[in-house]
């Protein structure tokens, strides 16, 4: 999986700013997707290309239980959010519904991270490559429901 | 071996259980509202499966709702679809819904507790992240998301990794403890293990501060568990636990079979180990008021706001978080909190609109009037909150000092429906978010207590409800 790097160097990136309340009676996908990050990057549906990953910094998704985050997020293109940690809700929301992968770093891999870095995640080998600046990281293993649930295809096909 | 609660909890509801997999875990109640579900019920209809325990699912309508005059029609017609959407579910399906008319509507985690639905040692879910308010029952009840919804309306079961345990032991006795509410303490914890301390972990809040508190102020502790990260935040049921519960619409008939049962089984066994453990004296506790833009960035009512620096430790992201968060809440530090003036209060949701705390509130604006430059709105968290609180002549008490009286609903907590701040406007707030946006785009949120809310009304900026009572 091959995609480009939007980063925002914050923690604590909660629900409400990847989709706000406002937005939670939209049921349309791409509708939804038009919203997605407004609270915090406005232009984020304009530059955000099919493929892309976020990358930020602990906590990512906290607050709210609402689906429509990952949603809006997977909707616009984002395969992977690749954060120093993430909030369980959205973590689960993200994989149940195999909208993106949630994938945890450390610190220092955060650090090295740059916007519109082109990295390779290969989760077979718990490593990311980046290929803009030739490095390699180690990223933090799935455990085992989550990678049999993404292995799966989301929460329904697990165990089906 | 010992055991803690939530691990005595977990146990019973194991229904399969093998090394390094998850566990499927019976759930006992599943509540429902109209955001996080529609999709859900799509699911099922799509790969034609039905609700397994209807009887265990229960449904309310809270987060789009009106909170101005429901006989008149509904203006947004997105929520209204949404609503309408929910009540077609409900028929299809056969599940009980207390609708946007009924006299038991209400936010879900209030209508819960009153209704009797929530069981101590039982398994609580809703797609909702504040279901953790029901842990003040001695549950385990978490927040889900839309799949997991659809998980179990078709098995009632959901596949889980155990999370680990948290300690939280509140000693000591708080110096006024009208003025120094559950709010205030449960900020103060927040404030100190952060917004992620909790990851991971099912909290259990223990020692004499805790039990000291009423079932209603133990429900504002559990309900903010979530915003330190936990995934649930329980306390041990105790004669208090079982006297709110008992004769409510759906208390089982063999309750007294039960208290009996969950006196010899509901608690932490002594000397149990726990995996974390935080220790806060409430006796140090002053009320509390968020300046920041996440509820750890808590300060003293006495404080002034912090330099990034200050408040950041040498953590870099922390200092530049703190410096977003005062241009975003257009503050400067060292500001005295009580020079900050505001513009709106919200006494209401899940967190603080509960009977005692509008009692609490009323007892500060009785005969006052709200400052003029302050527009102030008092949503009750349930229909029968609201009733209850009409037959003691609360709705009188606001509306005679300039609050409106509304009806009950999620309302200005998470502005889905028209109860918003505009661009720019600061809010006492009684919820339990001060995230960017949360209560309307550019709205700037401060969370604090029924009464320090209700004081900073009348005077028009914050102030120590200390010297109010």
Redesign the interface.
């Known amino acids: 999986m091959i995609g480009n790097v939007i980063k925002y160097?914050?923690?604590?990136i909660?629900t409400?700013?990847i989709i706000?309340?406002?937005y939670?009676?939209?049921?349309d996908y791409n509708e939804l997707a038009t919203h997605a990050m407004e609270?915090?990057d406005p232009d984020f549906p304009s530059k955000v290309k099919d493929g892309d990953f976020i990358v930020a910094?602990?906590?990512f998704g906290?607050?709210?239980?609402?689906?429509h985050a990952p949603i809006a997020l997977s909707t616009c293109g984002i395969k992977a959010v690749i954060a120093t940690?993430f909030?369980?809700?959205f973590y689960?929301?993200s994989v149940?519904?195999a909208f993106l992968l949630p994938i945890e770093i450390d610190d220092e891999t955060y650090q090295k991270i740059s916007n519109s870095d082109k990295l390779e995640i290969n989760i077979e080998k718990n490593e990311i490559k980046n290929i803009t600046k030739n490095e390699i990281y180690t990223m933090k293993p799935f455990?085992?429901?989550i990678a049999?649930?993404i292995a799966a295809g989301?929460?329904?096909k697990?165990?089906k | 071996m010992t055991e803690t609660l939530f691990e005595k909890i977990w146990n019973s509801h194991i229904v399969v259980e093998k090394e390094n997999e998850p566990s499927l875990i019976y759930i006992d109640r599943h509540l429902i509202h109209e955001v996080t579900s529609p999709q859900a019920f799509d699911g099922l209809r799509a790969n034609h499966r039905d609700v397994r325990r209807r009887d265990l699912t229960v449904a309310t309508i809270d987060h789009n709702v009106p909170t101005t005059d429901r006989s008149l029609p509904m203006i947004d017609e997105t929520s209204s679809t949404q609503i309408k959407t929910l009540e077609k579910n409900c028929k299809d399906f056969g599940i009980k819904l207390f609708g946007i008319n009924d006299p038991n509507q209400g936010i879900v985690h209030v209508i819960g507790p009153q209704l009797g639905i929530t069981l101590p040692g039982s398994t609580i879910v809703c797609g909702d992240s504040h279901t953790s308010t029901q842990g003040a029952f001695g549950a385990f009840a978490f927040g889900i998301g839309t799949s997991e919804v659809e998980h179990t309306l078709a098995t009632q079961t959901l596949w889980l990794e155990k999370p680990k345990t948290f300690e939280i032991l509140a000693t000591g006795k708080r110096k006024n403890s009208f003025a120094i509410t559950s709010k205030d303490i449960i900020l103060s914890i927040i404030k100190q293990i952060g917004t992620d301390g909790g990851t991971g972990h099912v909290l259990e809040y223990r020692g004499d501060a805790i039990t000291d508190l009423s079932m209603e102020q133990r429900m504002t502790i559990c309900n903010m568990s979530i915003e330190a990260g936990s995934r649930a935040g329980l306390i041990a049921p105790d004669e208090k636990t079982y006297d709110y519960l008992n004769n409510r619409m759906y208390t089982p008939k063999n309750y007294d079979d039960l208290v009996d049962d969950w006196k010899k089984n509901l608690m932490s066994d002594a000397n149990s180990k726990f995996d974390k453990s935080f220790t806060i004296d409430v006796e140090k506790i002053e009320p509390q008021v968020s300046w920041g833009t996440n509820p750890a960035m808590v300060s003293d009512v006495t404080g002034k706001i912090p330099t990034p620096e200050d408040f950041g430790q040498n953590n870099e992201i922390q200092i530049e978080s703190a410096k977003k968060a005062l241009l975003y809440m257009d503050l400067k530090p060292d500001t005295p909190i009580i020079e900050i003036p505001i513009d709106r209060v919200f006494i209401g949701s899940c967190t603080n609109a509960r009977l005692e705390d509008l009692k609490d509130a009323a007892e500060i604006v009785k005969g006052k009037t709200v400052n003029s430059d302050v527009g102030a709105i008092v949503v009750p968290g349930s229909q029968m909150v609201k009733l209850e609180a009409e037959k003691l002549g609360l709705d009188k008490i606001f509306k005679d000092a300039n609050f409106e009286w509304r009806e009950s609903g999620c309302s200005m907590c998470l502005g889905m429906n028209p109860d918003i701040l505009k661009p720019g406007e600061r809010c006492a707030s009684t919820s339990n978010r001060n995230f960017e946006g949360r209560q309307g785009s550019g709205g700037r949120t401060h969370l604090v207590s029924p009464v320090m809310a209700a004081a900073s009304a009348i005077a028009g900026h914050f102030v120590d409800v200390r010297e109010w009572c």
């Open positions: 160097e914050r923690d604590n909660d409400d700013v706000p309340g406002t939670l009676k939209i049921h609270g915090l910094g602990k906590n906290c607050g709210s239980s609402r689906e940690s909030a369980r809700i689960r929301n149940d519904g455990s085992e429901i049999k649930i989301g929460l329904f697990y165990k």
